[in-house]
């Protein structure tokens, strides 16, 4: 009896620590924005199999013995992509136990990696999630050296294991903080990052000893998929004068694969961004400069670089609560119907937030688009998702439908009505 107790709690134990299978599925009569940059659909149908999506549109007639879910009167897109941001390495930004986005004193900055201090049970995680956000481009902060580490893309799924792609990027910061963190001068940082770069060239060819050398045997390790053009170089930048070093740093290094966050002032420099090619995930809406090096910020910096033909896409660092994510978004649709001003489609505004992010880290076509053998992220919207009214009533990752419930949605519940039977345990009398 004992024993068949035993098994028999094992196999419960077992069951709950598994993940949720993928669920096949079909949504239907929706309005459905691909997050291609189109223009949504009426009355059109997703399919999803196998965690995968199989098919989109107003014609798929879907096969009828598919669970069926009706979306007359709602929205679906793709799950959002949230780049870059620190989702999973910080659950109190003023509690340093609970603060891994920096390590100002660690012995090492280039080969340090987010991945295992990413917390998926954060309850920052659980709301970007509950707002449509499945999937996040994660870096940590540049603190004692101008790298900040290696970068990962993460799933916001309810499960342990969120990595998607480990080790996706290196950051970097070209900045007026990063001028201060390399010694008080521009001069410092680009030359800090030149000679980082031919230090981890000399590591891959074997020339690398280690003596009298300023980078340490694993930072040197860890910049070697950056030379190799194997691992992206993420370098945020807002200067317009910053932003055209980084395109002559392409040049000067042709294997980098560069992605330029921040960009400020990237619209005075929109042809020659759309000219290299290099991605950028923007500031949101800046246009009262914090620093000097933000004098020409405009609220059109993102529609000036879009219409230059440059690929951007919003970074979500840039916008205090993460979760407001597809309100940045909106406003740039409402800010293209003021005259003067410079916004984007709906289209392109709801592809700054899921594919424009995801061709920048490399995972075009595979993350925030809904075409077929995309990854089943898909979330089902009340309304409108760049309204600030809609909400996400369901939502899939990998094709499996997530809980929605967090610290906020259960203070909303406890205290709705008022009644002092829900209040918590301390305020029995």
Do not use: C
């Given at each position: 009896?004992?024993?068949?107790?035993?098994?028999?709690?094992?196999?419960?134990?077992?069951?709950?620590?598994?993940?949720?299978?993928?669920?096949?599925?079909?949504?239907?009569?929706?309005?459905?924005?691909?997050?291609?940059?189109?223009?949504?659909?009426?009355?059109?149908?997703?399919?999803?199999?196998?965690?995968?999506?199989?098919?989109?549109?107003?014609?798929?007639?879907?096969?009828?013995?598919?669970?069926?879910?009706?979306?007359?009167?709602?929205?679906?897109?793709?799950?959002?992509?949230?780049?870059?941001?620190?989702?999973?390495?910080?659950?109190?930004?003023?509690?340093?136990?609970?603060?891994?986005?920096?390590?100002?004193?660690?012995?090492?900055?280039?080969?340090?990696?987010?991945?295992?201090?990413?917390?998926?049970?954060?309850q920052h995680v659980k709301v970007g999630r509950a707002n449509g956000i499945t999937r996040a481009v994660v870096s940590g902060g540049a603190s004692n050296s101008i790298f900040a580490g290696q970068g990962a893309v993460i799933d916001l799924g309810d499960d342990p294991s969120p990595i998607t792609k480990s080790k996706a990027f290196q950051m970097v910061t070209l900045s007026e903080s990063g001028a201060r963190i390399a010694g008080g001068s521009r001069k410092a940082s680009h030359a800090e990052l030149r000679n980082a770069l031919r230090e981890?060239?000399?590591?891959?060819?074997?020339?690398?000893?280690?003596?009298?050398?300023?980078?340490?045997?694993?930072?040197?390790?860890?910049?070697?998929?950056?030379?190799?053009?194997?691992?992206?170089?993420?370098?945020?930048?807002?200067?317009?004068?910053?932003?055209?070093?980084?395109?002559?740093?392409?040049?000067?290094?042709?294997?980098?694969?560069?992605?330029?966050?921040?960009?400020?002032?990237?619209?005075?420099?929109?042809?020659?961004?759309?000219?290299?090619?290099?991605?950028?995930?923007?500031?949101?809406?800046?246009?009262?400069?914090?620093?000097?090096?933000?004098?020409?910020?405009?609220?059109?910096?993102?529609?000036?670089?879009?219409?230059?033909?440059?690929?951007?896409?919003?970074?979500?660092?840039?916008?205090?609560?993460?979760?407001?994510?597809?309100?940045?978004?909106?406003?740039?649709?409402?800010?293209?119907?003021?005259?003067?001003?410079?916004?984007?489609?709906?289209?392109?505004?709801?592809?700054?937030?899921?594919?424009?992010?995801?061709?920048?880290?490399?995972?075009?076509?595979?993350?925030?688009?809904?075409?077929?053998?995309?990854?089943?992220?898909?979330?089902?919207?009340?309304?409108?998702?760049?309204?600030?009214?809609?909400?996400?009533?369901?939502?899939?990752?990998?094709?499996?439908?997530?809980?929605?419930?967090?610290?906020?949605?259960?203070?909303?519940?406890?205290?709705?009505?008022?009644?002092?039977?829900?209040?918590?345990?301390?305020?029995?009398?």
């Amino acid at each position: 009896m004992i024993r068949d107790s035993l098994l028999a709690a094992s196999v419960a134990a077992i069951a709950i620590a598994a993940p949720a299978a993928a669920q096949d599925f079909a949504i239907t009569n929706a309005t459905v924005a691909t997050g291609d940059g189109s223009a949504p659909v009426a009355n059109a149908t997703v399919v999803v199999r196998g965690g995968k999506i199989a098919s989109v549109g107003a014609e798929v007639r879907p096969d009828p013995s598919l669970p069926m879910i009706d979306g007359t009167g709602l929205w679906v897109t793709p799950g959002l992509v949230a780049a870059v941001t620190t989702l999973g390495l910080v659950d109190v930004n003023g509690v340093e136990s609970s603060n891994d986005t920096s390590a100002s004193r660690a012995r090492f900055n280039a080969a340090l990696d987010v991945m295992p201090a990413i917390n998926p049970a954060s309850q920052h995680v659980k709301v970007g999630r509950a707002n449509g956000i499945t999937r996040a481009v994660v870096s940590g902060g540049a603190s004692n050296s101008i790298f900040a580490g290696q970068g990962a893309v993460i799933d916001l799924g309810d499960d342990p294991s969120p990595i998607t792609k480990s080790k996706a990027f290196q950051m970097v910061t070209l900045s007026e903080s990063g001028a201060r963190i390399a010694g008080g001068s521009r001069k410092a940082s680009h030359a800090e990052l030149r000679n980082a770069l031919r230090e981890a060239q000399d590591f891959a060819a074997g020339r690398w000893s280690g003596d009298g050398n300023l980078l340490t045997r694993a930072d040197a390790e860890a910049l070697t998929p950056v030379v190799a053009g194997t691992q992206q170089l993420f370098i945020e930048a807002h200067r317009a004068s910053d932003i055209r070093t980084v395109i002559a740093l392409g040049k000067e290094f042709p294997r980098l694969r560069l992605v330029l966050v921040g960009a400020t002032e990237g619209w005075l420099v929109a042809q020659e961004l759309a000219a290299s090619g290099i991605p950028v995930m923007a500031e949101s809406l800046q246009d009262l400069p914090e620093r000097f090096e933000q004098i020409a910020a405009t609220q059109s910096n993102i529609g000036r670089m879009r219409a230059a033909g440059v690929n951007v896409s919003i970074n979500a660092d840039s916008i205090r609560f993460t979760d407001h994510l597809k309100q940045h978004a909106g406003n740039l649709v409402a800010l293209g119907r003021m005259p003067g001003a410079a916004g984007l489609s709906w289209g392109e505004a709801l592809a700054t937030i899921s594919s424009r992010p995801a061709e920048a880290v490399g995972m075009g076509g595979k993350i925030g688009v809904l075409k077929p053998g995309a990854v089943g992220d898909v979330v089902i919207w009340s309304g409108d998702p760049l309204e600030v009214s809609s909400a996400a009533v369901r939502v899939f990752i990998d094709g499996v439908e997530q809980p929605l419930d967090n610290h906020r949605t259960r203070l909303r519940d406890r205290y709705r009505d008022l009644d002092e039977s829900d209040l918590p345990k301390a305020f029995d009398w």
